[in-house]
Every structure is written in C-alpha cells, then in structure tokens.
C-alpha cells in the first residue's frame, strides 16, 4: 500500500494544487521562499537526498514536515527537529458565534499578518502566505489581532493553519470562531480538513479536539540549513 497524500502534505501540496508556487526538481521541491519555508521530497532515496541537499545550498534553510522521519542530506544541516501532530477534521460542521467582526484578508494585509505571526509563533508565516488559500481576521481599532487560513492543499484536502491571536486579546474565544469559519468552508467546497500542532501545545490540541478534530498521526517536523 502506497503513502497517503498527508504522510507527507508538503510534497503532495507541491506536486499538485501547489505546483505554481514551487522551485526545484521531480525529486526535491519547495516553495518559493517569500511564500513559504517548507521543502520536501517524495522519499529518502539517494538520489531524492542528493536533490534535497543541493536545493537547501542553493536556497536557504527549509522546513520539513512529514511522517516518516526526516533524513538530513548530504551538504545540509539540521539545526532544529521537533515532534508534532497531525489532525483531521472528524466532526460535524458548526457556525461560529455571530457578529465576531471577521473580515476576510488579503494582500494589502500581509504586513499585519506576518507580524502578528512572528508574535505569537503559530507556524511558519512569510510575506506572501496569503496568496496559499483564504485567510480571515479580526481587528480592533484598525489593528489585526486574530486570524487564520488555509495553507497546504491537495486534492480533496485542504490545511487549516496560521491560528493566532494577540496575546493583549486572548480569551474571547476567536481561534474558536476563526477555526470554525475556515474549517466549515473546506467542507462547504466537499474537501477534508486537516491540521499540524506542535506535540506540546496542549491547549491548541484540546481545542481542537473540542472542535471537532483527531490526531491522525504524528509528524516529524525538521528544520535544514546548508552545511
């Protein structure tokens, strides 16, 4: 029996919906790097590593994120490894509360989305994420202050990610909403919905289990730099 899609969501995202925003080879790809950091190959093949290690040197550090553990690859480095969790969405569709104040994002919000990212630490966020799926927020006096989106997508799936809320605005419930809103628009177009938590973030995994989603299996979550 083959790989599922999600056992390694990045190449499958690279090699399909995402093909337009990817650099690299039949062997290694990424996405371009004001897109996102993410890389990956289809198997760890010798020749699969080669590719990698020579797409690392030639472009920068990348994220891998994938079930099977990730092997560092000739003329890379790997400067951090953590374990996470990948989830599905297994529940029945709910609204969020209404009257919330969410807006949908887009380009001339970028700005405010990365900041609010490299703030609170939901994944990793570039200038042009955006552009991966839709995004939605909440602002309050004209500033952002929650949001989240869609990020990889494969046939049939899409990822829900960039969750993050300002921790000035904390407790009001808006990742719930803003999770429910991306989530029950992945179902209204008839695909799945899915996730990546890092393993020891145990409140954002007990919201999500509250939502609706189960782990799936964990993933190994890497980051490589040129050696």
Same mark, same amino acid.
């Given at each position: 029996?083959?790989?599922?899609?999600?056992?390694?969501?990045?190449?499958?995202?690279?090699?399909?919906?995402?093909?337009?925003?990817?650099?690299?080879?039949?062997?290694?790809?990424?996405?371009?790097?004001?897109?996102?950091?993410?890389?990956? +190959?289809?198997?760890?093949?010798?020749?699969?590593?080669? *590719?990698? =290690?020579? %797409? #690392? !040197?030639?472009? $920068?550090?990348?994220?891998?994120?994938?079930?099977?553990?990730?092997?560092?690859?000739?003329?890379?480095?790997?400067?951090?490894?953590?374990?996470?969790?990948?989830?599905?969405?297994?529940?029945?569709?709910?609204?969020?509360?209404?009257?919330?104040?969410?807006?949908?994002?887009?380009?001339?919000?970028?700005?405010?989305?990365?900041?609010?990212?490299?703030?609170?630490?939901?994944?990793?966020?570039?200038?042009?994420? +955006?552009?991966?799926?839709?995004?939605?927020?909440?602002? *309050?006096? =004209?500033? %952002? #202050? !929650?949001?989240? $989106?869609?990020?990889?997508?494969?046939?049939?799936?899409?990822?829900?990610?960039?969750?993050?809320?300002?921790?000035?605005?904390?407790?009001?419930?808006?990742?719930?909403?803003?999770?429910?809103?991306?989530?029950?628009?992945?179902?209204?177009?008839?695909?799945?919905?899915?996730?990546?938590?890092?393993?020891?973030?145990?409140?954002?995994?007990?919201?999500?289990?509250?939502?609706?989603?189960?782990?799936?299996?964990?993933?190994?979550?890497?980051?490589?730099?040129?050696?």
């Amino acid at each position: 029996m083959g790989e599922h899609l999600l056992d390694r969501p990045v190449w499958s995202a690279l090699a399909t919906v995402h093909a337009g925003f990817s650099l690299g080879t039949a062997r290694a790809r990424r996405f371009r790097a004001d897109i996102s950091p993410f890389g990956a +190959v289809p198997d760890e093949d010798d020749a699969s590593l080669d *590719e990698l =290690g020579k %797409l #690392v !040197a030639a472009t $920068g550090g990348m994220v891998l994120a994938q079930v099977p553990p990730v092997v560092c690859p000739p003329g890379a480095r790997q400067a951090m490894a953590a374990p996470a969790l990948q989830m599905v969405y297994d529940g029945t569709a709910q609204a969020p509360r209404p009257d919330q104040g969410i807006r949908r994002l887009g380009e001339a919000d970028a700005p405010a989305m990365e900041a609010l990212a490299a703030l609170t630490r939901p994944g990793p966020f570039a200038a042009r994420t +955006v552009l991966l799926g839709e995004y939605w927020g909440i602002k *309050e006096e =004209g500033r %952002l #202050v !929650a949001m989240a $989106g869609e990020r990889l997508k494969q046939p049939g799936l899409t990822e829900v990610s960039g969750v993050c809320t300002h921790p000035d605005h904390r407790g009001r419930g808006w990742a719930r909403d803003l999770c429910l809103l991306v989530t029950g628009r992945i179902l209204a177009r008839g695909e799945g919905a899915y996730l990546h938590v890092f393993a020891d973030n145990t409140p954002a995994i007990a919201l999500y289990h509250a939502l609706g989603f189960r782990q799936r299996r964990p993933i190994h979550v890497a980051v490589l730099e040129p050696a």
